[in-house]
């Protein structure tokens, strides 16, 4: 039997269950500030590194272009830092991406995020007016255009004609 880890965030634990021994619990909240502190960017440093892994087989050479990596890194900062309560970007667009776009443009428009479960509540029609009010159409058309700055259109065609 394997040993199994069970973290629980709202009380702040880490619980390892050892078949044989028995579990042992790490209580955040006894760890120094600083410790605490060295932990999370530890976490968050590893978070955006892992982000940049790539099938290396998809590039030429087998090397991944800085500015592949570049933008990955960058989404998942803007992520990261969107305020969002999700760990991972494909659980805060909850199947989609409009819902993150919407909740990046919010924050850039107003300042704050939208509150998660109003964000998740949201059906696909008051999605599609939120991104096209005045405040916040401008700001998704900015990140659409962000995102293919760098795609050679012309090869893109001939790729997608085959």
Not at 77 to 82: A, C, N, Q, R, T
Request: charged share 25%; glycine share 6%; with cysteine.
């Amino acid at each position: 039997m394997a040993i199994t880890t069970s973290v629980n965030h709202s009380i702040g634990t880490l619980t390892l269950t050892f078949p044989e021994h028995g579990e042992l619990v790490l209580h955040a909240e006894r760890m120094s500030e600083a410790l605490r502190q060295y932990a999370m960017m530890d976490r968050l440093t590893a978070k955006v590194v892992d982000c940049m892994a790539i099938e290396r087989d998809k590039f030429p050479n087998r090397v991944v272009p800085e500015a592949v990596k570049f933008e990955r890194a960058s989404a998942m900062i803007k992520h990261l830092e969107s305020g969002t309560d999700e760990w991972n970007p494909g659980r805060a667009a909850n199947g989609s991406s409009y819902k993150y776009l919407l909740n990046r443009a919010w924050m850039e428009a107003f300042g704050a995020p939208i509150k998660p479960d109003v964000l998740k509540g949201l059906s696909a029609r008051k999605i599609a007016a939120a991104l096209a009010m005045p405040d916040i159409k401008p700001l998704i058309d900015k990140y659409e255009a962000e995102a293919v700055a760098n795609v050679d259109v012309g090869a893109l065609m001939e790729e997608l004609m085959g």
